[in-house]
């Protein structure tokens, strides 16, 4: 579990040498944060990403503050800058609340990162992480991987990083999970998907396949590990005799079939069904629902729609 994580110190010591860029997304550890609920509203009244709505006057970026807690509540928070949605974002930013880890985050509409950001950044792109030692970084994996290490959520020695890597690296290729394609899947599908099982297969066999079997094979494959696993984790499943503490990886796949319970339990994955159910329970996922921190989700155009965790605010 969480408690049980530990991050040796020789992990929180990053070089500061490095040279800083100019970024324009920058704010004092200090300053106070937005109030989430009026972030909310203001993204909402904005219409999207893209501010359709021509009369909005509001702010183009807001920032949001979460304190550090347990061992990490007298570390020096990190700064996260990225667009007013979900997406790229939001994997850093469960993995800073379920740690505990204390950050600010930069939320932004696309006009306002047109007009003072995207020239001052390294690739002209978001994410954007500034570290403790105020190192800035971008592309989301890197970022992703970084604060994963500083958070205890990804071991605590090169081999265990390693096995945390071999996971994801496994979710991002052959084990890859569609979400937009999970709730097209019902017991027949899956039954004519046939019984692939990832570690019969060769790659050669596993590209071809079509995507819904590909989907299916996946999903077993995460379903089979974490019924192998002790502690319903990931890690646990390796069967090496490592570490089987929750990961990052742990909480990718989380989010990816978070929405998708129903349907993971009437297509069978029961074990997919506890690990999801086990990872919403999570103090630091329900605090991050209920803080008014996460971002709205969209629409295809960007716009803002009310969901499950991000009401529409009333008039």
């Not at 105020?134 to 990083?161: N, P, Y």
């Not at 074990?271 to 996922?285: D, R």
Request: hydrophobic share 35%; glycine share 8%; charged share 20%.
């Amino acid at each position: 579990h969480i408690g049980s994580v530990e991050t040796p110190a020789r992990f929180l010591q990053y070089p500061c040498n490095m040279k800083r860029s100019a970024a324009a997304v920058t704010t004092s550890p200090n300053e106070p944060g937005d109030d989430p609920l009026e972030v909310r509203r203001q993204l909402f009244t904005a219409g999207g990403l893209m501010v359709p709505n021509e009369s909005y006057k509001g702010p183009g970026k807001f920032t949001l503050v979460a304190p550090g807690l347990g061992k990490f509540s007298d570390a020096k928070p990190i700064e996260l800058s990225y667009f007013a949605i979900r997406a790229l974002g939001q994997l850093q930013q469960l993995c800073c609340e379920v740690s505990g880890y204390p950050y600010r985050y930069t939320v932004m509409l696309k006009p306002h990162f047109d007009d003072h950001v995207k020239s001052t950044l390294i690739f002209g792109r978001l994410p954007l992480l500034k570290t403790p030692c105020g190192t800035e970084l971008v592309q989301s994996k890197a970022i992703v991987r970084f604060i994963a290490k500083l958070c205890g959520l990804a071991g605590s020695s090169d081999d265990e990083i390693a096995r945390c890597d071999m996971l994801d690296e496994m979710l991002r290729t052959e084990a890859q999970i569609d979400g937009h394609a999970v709730p097209k899947l019902t017991p027949e599908i899956v039954s004519g998907a046939g019984p692939q099982d990832m570690k019969k297969i060769s790659r050669r066999e596993m590209i071809e396949l079509d995507d819904t079997q590909k989907l299916v094979t996946a999903l077993k494959f995460w379903d089979a590990q974490t019924q192998r696993s002790s502690t319903g984790w990931m890690q646990g499943g390796l069967g090496d005799e490592g570490p089987a503490d929750l990961c990052y990886v742990d909480l990718s796949i989380y989010w990816t079939l978070r929405a998708h319970l129903v349907v993971l339990e009437t297509c069978g994955f029961t074990n997919l069904v506890a690990f999801v159910k086990k990872a919403s329970a999570l103090p630091g996922v329900t605090r991050l629902f209920d803080s008014g921190r996460l971002m709205p989700n969209m629409d295809g155009d960007y716009n803002y729609i009310g969901d499950d965790l991000v009401a529409t605010p009333a008039s």
